[in-house]
């Protein structure tokens, strides 16, 4: 296992940076990120290289034997950029489309590639800081040279006007294109249409402001592939942040990186472990299953509490993390992260924070050495996420319905009954991994192809619950033809007649089935029954007396749907018995609520399971099997381990012999 | 009875428009309005012209005798002209002051007055799409060729730059003006005047941008009446909506039309049947009591609830619409408005909309056909309403009084009480109807002329009633001369003493009189007496032990005032005995409180009752004399009813003999 | 004492000024405020000179013998001025940087210093109208000019670049400045950093823009100086508005004028009793101890309740002002003030309001002569506040401490129990005073000079009483070295391991010594003692177990410490004990809790003591030693006093024998 932090050399005289990496060695860290922030210091003027501190720094690390995140140092340009260049940055914005970024940033990558590419210290590039909503502030640019790079994203994508118009369903509102010029970002021109936008024009905006910011990125991966194309190439995710597909984006990185999980725009609610193992699943599931890294995760403001780092690094482990740089390394005197948690906080190194950071250095240092490489494994879930769709859920009358939130709320229960389970988009293969269950929180947006994907899945004998609201729009956020969700009508075996959005605050009851008494909130369909039973009822609202859940076999398999935004309870006892009917299990079984469980495989066929215990209170977990405990200092390395008791915030690392052992 | 919706046949394929009228026909549509979003289709490059889809469209239409309403398409300008003129739209903002917008759409509308000024289909032109709150971003434009406008404006109003400086005081803030040049729109200069703009100056902000939008109007009229003087024109408003003076504004239509109900602007909150009946009153107030006709109103996402499409439908039949078209068509397949409620929905035409939609159809068709043309009869009262009185409020610090709040506190709970009253502006006749009883919710506003026009009306045997803060500022937005409410000091028989705003939250008990115990809220007055009694008394709060309620006899009539916003059952209380006292009778006595009632009589005399029954549960209605029931399907023609029992929701439409019958 | 309020002839007929004088000499009045917003009146064009209008104006005042506060009028400059100059008023905000304000507001005061400095009615120049929160919309201007003079002020405060970006640690965000001109104003450039501003910047800005503001100041008090150094100078400042640096600032003039209480910006919440004395309590500390002036004061909205004229103009008259001007003398007709609170307000002179201003005219009249000049005594307390460290606060985690909130959560509990106190900048010599105790609510930024000023103070012999989150940052906003409240450290006896910033409705409890059981919130922190004793102890929460009270003997004094936000009773249980022990002793022992109680002491050693009830209820105070009634009319004025009976509202001026009588 890799561990480490953030080390900002140029933030400190130089004299302390002997002292600093010796505090690293003491600490266990094997693996640093710098350069983030080095830009002015490499380049204080325009063309003028200052390479001796970043030479010096990276010299005091390989003799220490740590490694090296290289930062490419283009996620913050110096003060002479912008001022030079006002149009780098109009509104305050950074723009993405601009000469001038690619043509700064992809000398200074050349210039750092060319120098350092073989620098024995360096282990991994790091391109940029984060993209999206860290990138800038967020806004999408709509200078000139956008607009002028979203006709030709547009003309690259639909090729004619006429499609551009039909996709767009321009006719509705008088806005049909007779020339490409006429084309602007919306939020520019000041017709009606501006007023209430166009739904396709704004998702068509999302994409490419994505694929702007991708562009940056693709830029300077160019000129490290070119140059030093050993060196692997990441950048930071927020978690599950709303404007960087994860999963379209990770295609283009060597390794998976997730950063800070809290404080940074829509990142902020992301703090506590149910909302973190989700971002860990979906982190993973970007990269395809391979291991992945944290970055610079942590609380924006004040320090970890007592425990917490170990357990949130654990829990990066369990959930398929080879490298876990969970902090900055030390709390900068200025700027605006001074009071963010650092593994060497502002009272020193007598603290309890560099305390705990040392211990878990040395606890991660004598971890089993399998363990790094190793595969998650014992996965009997997936849950499907969209970032599209994502994009275009916010142009729905489902205000109630959040794509974060409703992952969550779907994640969180399966998190809970130990079913370890992928975070994956709907292109995915849901057929080989061997998943017993998938669950759709919700696509509203589903291609017809997608659709023929999950009803291939179920027909070959998969389990699928969908939740409501999905495969209303078509991929210019068209409602799909023949009526409400279309495309999944016959695999569900249930017609949506009417679709309601449900105000703030109003809630209708659902009775009957597994979910037993419950209420749904935000959206509630009217649904007739072509196939399918009714396991659950509304019993209000709207759709009284309708469908709530309905099962429906097809094919092999089995497709669940709900009409409505479940309660929490209600929606667990759901999964708990659609689980249960698929043979979706648990990691191991009968472990208390608070305790996640998971499993990972070794190429060898060694077997580890983690447990961790998010609760409380002690948690004590009986195993199925006899085990062998291979994390506390002391054990008794061959003693069996019928049964583990955790601590409030207590790690277990066991290893179960192997299938032939 | 007119019955449709909105059709736009730009939006789908021509080989479907068949289909549609051949549904229209069978739901027993009998008018639509098309063209709205017809501009870019009609004029797809400057000065290039297609008209044969609209030629082909219209042609259909006649063919199966459906009408239209034929829209003049300027609601919504091509991309083309935004993107030749951005100057036409500038800060997204549609500005009705530059040559732009009048050039073209006059040159539009003249094309489409000559092309179809004699199509059999065509009955009405509706002009623009919908003015004010709905009119481009609702902001006003604050151009320099509007702010060049703004001065013409005032110098037509104030003729010399001294009127205008006593007009607005701007003595007080160091704000005379030398020079007309001086003068800016509200928000565009920087003087400290700008953080606390003038109240005068924002008012005529406010009267501006009005006469500016009304300008745009009347330039197509102007087009429309040299061209096509038989075809009669109108214009959407929205219920009840700030920005447009309804009152004003109808003097220049031949039919007032009132649109969508829910969901743009400020008429987001005007969804329930209390908030659609002030409305309703309003549109036929506006057009001096003709038909009026419903135009695409409901919901603004989501399905009509069963039943409401029908009940909406009556209920604007029985304040006086003779057209109802309540919703689009049908629902398209993308733009913002895919979730909105039409009769035709993205479920199709075997779905509970259509099926409500063809039966609302047959029964408007079997109505009888005196009730088209007759007028809304046995109206006993009058509320006052004046919307320059509603933007000089803004300024005021009454912030809790809003006019369209307090109008709905005052009409309610006549509503309520079966008391059919008209909505009418202060310079309206108020002796001539026969009112007996006048409510002035508040005029803040209130000039000399119109205080002297509402003590004509006492003097003459009428009963007033009148809400506190009004008669406060003059037409320019200056506080009165000689005291509080001078111009009510003498027809009240009060002297208000001191105005108290009351802040968010704050309530004040009143006691005594008719209005029993109660409290008000937002405003409270220190009254003296100076001939009226004190009626109700507040018993706290600033006024403590002052009077909150007087009623003076004035003339040969009766003036109220209610010194504060009082709670909507002591309000009830209160107007109830109002009426009682003023002899104000009820439609039909003893009716129950949630069933609404209403008289329409035609011109040979046929008189028709409505009873429509807006609550949960079924109501019993026994009429004071038998009637015939007109509306019921396989009903007894001749059969005299003398009770009437209604589902909730339902609907009677009943005939009372003539006088000499 | 002086009396009056604020005079605008310009905003009236010239025939109604006779009368308004004559009205003021019948309440008593003996100064007012004239010519505030007579800019446009005066200079109606450019060097276009109208003095006639003041001429007559003055004369008038001065034959009735009523003396004059002069405004320079410089406070609203005149339509034309920003017609002819928009670059003054870029984006609608007051720029204080260019050329033109500094013209024309120069050569304006020029001509009235010329004219009037010798005029017999002339006791004051007034500067402005009010600067900071409500001077312009209180945004800060950004235009090139002030951008320009922010990178002068820079270069004057740091003198080079080094300095500054060692000062503003631009090493940690990449924001190295290689030229000056590299430095933008925040918010204008649109690099990372603008998203999350450096604090130190952030900082500055506020310095800056504070200065520039002062600069238009002190460009008008040079003319005033130059052409009539006998008339004194006065500016108005809000209630500890966070704009204007009062103690900074009042260096400058030569009598402090405490402006609008209610509604304007900042001020909008500082209404009540408990916010007026913290505020008069810094009025005063802002002059030095020196008898200061209140100015146009009151509701923004709205009349003044019953007597509360009266209490608050006695409240500043016990907290040592020597002249109340306490409202408009007339309300105007228009204008956004229409609504104010005036001595003649709109509904007269019967009315309730002027006869109590007359009231109060005659009281004060008659009140002893030896009032006037004398100084607040008996102060056994400070309590320190510093802007810059307000400023600072606010680019901190601790969102729940605000330093006006903070102020009065510390001095309430003083005023309630009677001791009476200063509140003074960090850099007041605290030892000469005589202070028992000082108590610093919290100094985010402290620098270590003047930790040293308080340590020096305790070791003298002094208690303090340190509230948590002090001494956290440097004058730069960076974190001190060595650890958290570095410079507070050895004086405290404790140091801080983690503070712990807490979200908005999480409490903490605590429990132990004098504070009994409390609750914190807003900011926790972790301590260890280092010599001071805990007194308190947290007993939940993320310094569960550790010290939330401390109490150090240094040298010999004592210093106690808060390690969070107490509960207002906790705080008030806490002070007490501290007072207790510091021999902080009350005005008066043993009086009711809601009465304020304070001493004035004339330089012949004539002793006053004056008592407000503030609550609901009676009070009745009995006296320590016999004393006079001075104020009562018709009292025996030797007649020995043992106890006053105060109602609800009531006010006791008491003369107490002086040492030697």
């Not at 489902?398 to 994640?411: C, E, I, K, S, V």
Request: one cysteine or more; glycine letters at 12%.
């Amino acid at each position: 296992m890799h561990y480490g932090g953030d080390w900002n050399p140029e933030q400190w005289p130089e004299k302390t940076w002997g002292e600093d990496v010796r505090l690293m060695t003491e600490a266990g860290i094997t693996l640093v990120r710098t350069g983030t922030h080095g830009w002015a210091r490499t380049e204080p003027a325009p063309g003028a290289w200052d390479f001796g501190w970043l030479d010096r720094a990276l010299d005091l690390l390989a003799d220490a034997g740590v490694d090296v995140v290289l930062s490419t140092m283009t996620g913050g340009p110096p003060p002479w950029l912008l001022r030079r260049h006002p149009e780098a940055a109009p509104d305050g914005t950074a723009c993405p489309s601009g000469p001038v970024r690619h043509t700064y940033a992809t000398r200074l990558v050349e210039q750092l590639a060319r120098r350092y590419g073989d620098h024995p210290a360096v282990a991994l590039w790091h391109i940029g800081d984060v993209y999206g909503s860290g990138h800038g502030c967020a806004r999408p640019c709509g200078c000139e040279a956008c607009e002028e790079a979203f006709r030709e994203w547009l003309r690259a994508r639909y090729g004619s006007l006429d499609a551009l118009n039909s996709a767009w369903t321009t006719a509705v509102r008088s806005q049909t294109y007779g020339a490409w010029e006429e084309v602007r970002l919306p939020g520019h021109a000041g017709s009606a249409g501006e007023c209430a936008p166009d739904p396709a024009r704004l998702l068509d905006r999302r994409r490419f402001t994505h694929d702007a910011l991708l562009g940056c990125f693709l830029a300077e991966r160019e000129v490290l592939r070119a140059l030093t194309p050993e060196v692997p190439v990441t950048t930071g995710f927020l978690p599950l942040d709303g404007s960087v597909d994860q999963f379209g984006w990770a295609r283009h990185q060597d390794v998976v990186a997730l950063g800070p999980a809290a404080g940074s725009g829509e990142a902020a609610g992301t703090g506590g472990p149910l909302a973190a193992a989700a971002a860990f699943d979906a982190a993973r599931g970007a990269g395809g299953g391979q291991p992945w890294m944290l970055l610079d995760h942590g609380p924006a403001e004040g320090p970890w509490p007592p425990g917490a780092l170990r357990l949130r690094a654990w829990q990066a482990v369990a959930q398929g993390a080879d490298a876990v740089l969970p902090a900055p390394w030390r709390q900068p005197r200025g700027g605006a992260g001074r009071f963010r948690a650092a593994l060497v906080p502002h009272a020193g190194t007598a603290s309890r924070m560099f305390t705990e950071a040392r211990a878990l250095g040395h606890e991660l240092a004598a971890a089993p050495a399998e363990l790094e490489g190793s595969r998650v494994s014992a996965v009997r879930a997936a849950l499907v996420l969209d970032w599209p769709s994502r994009w275009a859920l916010e142009q729905s009358p489902a205000a109630g319905l959040d794509a974060p939130g409703l992952l969550l709320r779907y994640h969180a229960p399966l998190l809970r009954s130990h079913v370890a389970c992928d975070v994956v988009p709907p292109g995915r293969d849901l057929t080989g991994p061997g998943y017993r269950l998938v669950v759709v929180p919700h696509l509203h947006l589903l291609s017809v192809l997608d659709a023929r994907r999950l009803a291939g899945y179920v027909r070959g004998g998969g389990h699928l619950l969908v939740g409501c609201c999905s495969g209303i729009v078509d991929e210019s956020a068209r409602l799909h033809g023949n009526g409400w969700a279309a495309p999944l009508r016959e695999l569900l075996g249930v017609t949506v007649e009417e679709p309601w959005p449900l105000a703030e605050g109003v809630t209708v009851p659902v009775e009957g089935g597994p979910a037993g008494s419950g209420h749904g909130s935000a959206w509630a369909e009217v649904l007739t029954l072509d196939g399918a039973e009714a396991v659950a009822r509304f019993t209000g609202g709207p759709a009284a007396g309708g469908p709530a859940v309905t099962r429906h076999s097809y094919g092999d398999g089995v497709a669940w749907y709900v009409a409505t935004r479940l309660d929490a309870g209600a929606l667990e006892r759901l999964l708990g018995a659609a689980c249960a009917r698929a043979g979706a299990e648990p990691v191991l079984p009968g472990l208390p609520r608070e305790v996640q469980a998971a499993e990972r495989r070794a190429a060898d066929g060694a077997r580890f399971v983690l447990l961790l215990n998010h609760g409380a209170r002690q948690a004590r977990c009986r195993l199925p099997q006899p085990m062998r405990d291979v994390l506390t200092p002391g054990r008794d390395a061959d003693a069996p381990v019928y049964q583990v008791t955790l601590p409030p915030g207590g790690v277990a690392v066991l290893s179960a012999a192997p299938p032939g052992a």
